[in-house]
């Protein structure tokens, strides 16, 4: 099985929403400043808060991203771990973390192997 084959974005935006923000990387930050036509230092200012001393995009007031408008509005150049979404290292740490992020991702598929689930998360963070 392939990766896309356990997981389909249902672009519900549910992983828009909450669950302790996105952070960004100094990468990221230049990649969407670049594309909203701004400096990064602006970017930091304007669409950034901190998470302890991690930088996350802000959240509007229905928390969401303030990137999220039905659909994310930088998707060609979102930041790295949404690129990641479902793929992440904490699914190799604890299988559970598949079903428990299923439980709120439409285009999760809980119904194939765990060995199936590790080695396509294994696959996509080897990226």
């Not at 990766?3 to 909450?18: E, V």
């Not at 304007?46 to 990137?67: P, T």
């Amino acid at each position: 099985m392939k990766p896309s084959d356990i997981f389909k974005c249902a672009k519900c935006g549910d992983c828009c929403k909450g669950y302790g923000g996105t952070y960004v990387t100094a990468k990221d930050i230049k990649a969407i400043a670049a594309y909203i036509k701004t400096d990064p230092e602006s970017f930091v200012d304007n669409y950034c808060s901190r998470s302890g001393s991690r930088l996350v995009l802000a959240q509007g007031e229905n928390g969401y991203c303030i990137f999220w408008d039905g659909l994310c509005t930088i998707h060609p150049v979102k930041p790295h771990m949404c690129k990641q979404w479902p793929f992440i290292e904490s699914v190799l740490v604890d299988m559970n973390n598949w079903d428990i992020m299923a439980n709120q991702c439409p285009g999760i598929r809980t119904d194939v192997p765990d060995s199936i689930v590790l080695e396509c998360v294994k696959k996509e963070l080897s990226k």
